[in-house]
């Protein structure tokens, strides 16, 4: 029994034993900076931190919300988060819980016996501990270790798609905006034109054909006016969700007029293939997931047949003063199972996990590809609707207007012609939105699983022709 107190002493210390997931939180956070530079992730656990979240999200809301303040907000505002950063302090506190030994058993035991000698009262301690607990703890820690690692990489893989998602949001937002703006002008116009062949008409110097072409584009531009506000409301709550307000916060809700200028060149990436699987957090978890597997097909290979494994000690004492010192050693008999089906299955568990590692990398080379080719794409469509084919609108409007001056055409050539310009700045925002979203997708592409379906759809789709005649 000598060496009991240094054992109950070291099972002291592991029990107390505990792990904060602050210092976890912190590598998140420097980890998301790297692909998020100066993105600041806040987990609110206290009204302090609470309070601190709100005060950060009312100044950024204070002002015209830009593309980067917008994914600042989504990362303070978005309870999605808050819910991954908890699930991370749930995989830290099971760090915790399999980083304490097992608890030792104590049984206390007194007998009476009666005989020719008189009465004998015996009394019965004894401590045991579970041995094949003890032996595999440092591999369930470990284990244990492992899915704290998965939690971070699905913390932050949480954080980039939220940021990616506000990013794809406040495009669409601002883009459908500015369409919608330019909608309004092209009515305007439509109304004008209207308005002025049903004067004309009235004194016989339009015919009836020529009025009806004019009212018809009025339609047509109003239906185009009503389509924009709807697109433009629908937009604009998908960026509400994506950053995560409600209440009075959508009140200060503001965005600029317009998209951001087109970058003077495209991005290189001659080497996105491998550049991108260094960094792809999907593939990171799928290969710390087979690690983790594989650590627990150890353990299970281990403990296939000795399962439960436990030493004890033990001291008897009676009224007359005897004392009996002993040990014991109890092991579980594999008779009837004898813990094939477990190593089995964790065997398909570690093949599964291969296969998935294999899946996500083949995935994310493909993924890489499409991403770079829609985002090169898109910058030479944006680029050739904003420098080549709006100068040509822009010079023909000019002429037009020339030969209006001249009494060479009438009014309503040069209003056809205005709205054939507004048209075609329509079609430059489709290709400056359809940039801005590609480019969104290929940064998300280098970190993370992106949406590639929406981008590549707009890309194909013909820019929607305007009501000219």
């Given at each position: 029994m000598k060496c009991l107190p240094p054992l109950l002493a070291a099972l002291a210390l592991a029990g107390c034993a505990s792990l904060d997931p602050q210092p976890r939180f912190a590598e998140l956070q420097q980890a998301?900076?790297?692909?998020?530079?100066?993105?600041?992730?806040l987990w609110a656990q206290t009204p302090e931190q609470e309070a601190e979240r709100e005060r950060r999200v009312a100044a950024l809301l204070a002002q015209p919300l830009s593309q980067d303040a917008a994914v600042q907000l989504a990362l303070l505002n978005h309870r999605g988060l808050q819910a991954a950063y908890a699930q991370l302090g749930i995989a830290v506190a099971d760090l915790d819980q399999a980083s304490r030994l097992p608890n030792p058993g104590f049984s206390f035991g007194r007998s009476r016996a009666s005989g020719d000698h008189g009465v004998e009262r015996e009394i019965e301690r004894s401590l045991h501990l579970n041995l094949s607990s003890l032996l595999s703890w440092p591999m369930r820690r470990a284990i244990e270790a492992r899915r704290v690692e998965q939690a971070q990489g699905a913390a932050l893989l949480a954080v980039i798609e939220r940021a990616g998602e506000a990013r794809k949001a406040w495009v669409q937002a601002v883009a459908a905006q500015q369409t919608l703006a330019y909608s309004a002008q092209v009515l305007e116009a439509a109304e004008a034109s209207a308005e002025l062949a049903a004067r004309l008409r009235s004194v016989g110097n339009f015919n009836k054909l020529q009025q009806l072409r004019e009212q018809g584009f009025q339609a047509e531009a109003a239906l185009g006016h009503a389509r924009a506000t709807a697109a433009a409301q629908a937009a604009r709550e998908r960026l509400v969700r994506a950053l995560g307000l409600w209440g009075d916060q959508l009140q200060h809700l503001r965005l600029p007029e317009r998209l951001p200028d087109l970058p003077t060149a495209p991005a290189e990436h001659p080497e996105i293939e491998r550049e991108g699987l260094a960094q792809r957090l999907d593939v990171q978890g799928a290969k710390l997931n087979a690690e983790a597997t594989a650590r627990q097909l150890g353990l299970s290979r281990i403990t296939r047949f000795v399962n439960v494994l436990e030493l004890g000690g033990h001291l008897n004492t009676n009224n007359e003063g005897a004392r009996e010192r002993g040990w014991e050693l109890s092991i579980e008999l594999p008779l009837f199972d004898w813990g094939g089906a477990r190593v089995a299955r964790a065997e398909q568990q570690y093949r599964q996990a291969?296969?998935?590692?294999?899946?996500?990398?083949?995935?994310?080379?493909?993924?890489?590809?499409e991403a770079y080719g829609t985002y090169r794409h898109a910058w030479d469509i944006a680029r050739h609707q904003r420098q080549v084919l709006l100068p040509l609108k822009n010079q023909v409007s000019e002429e037009n207007l020339l030969r209006y001056n001249g009494m060479f055409i009438g009014v309503f050539e040069l209003l056809a012609d205005a709205r054939a310009q507004i048209t075609a700045v329509n079609a430059a925002i489709e290709a400056e939105r359809d940039f801005w979203l590609a480019q969104a997708d290929l940064e998300q592409a280098l970190i993370g699983k992106p949406n590639l379906a929406a981008a590549t759809a707009s890309l194909s789709a013909p820019a929607e022709a305007g009501g000219g005649h």
């Open positions: 998301a900076a790297k692909p998020l530079p100066g993105a600041q992730l291969l296969a998935q590692v294999a899946d996500s990398a083949i995935s994310a080379r493909s993924e890489l590809r």
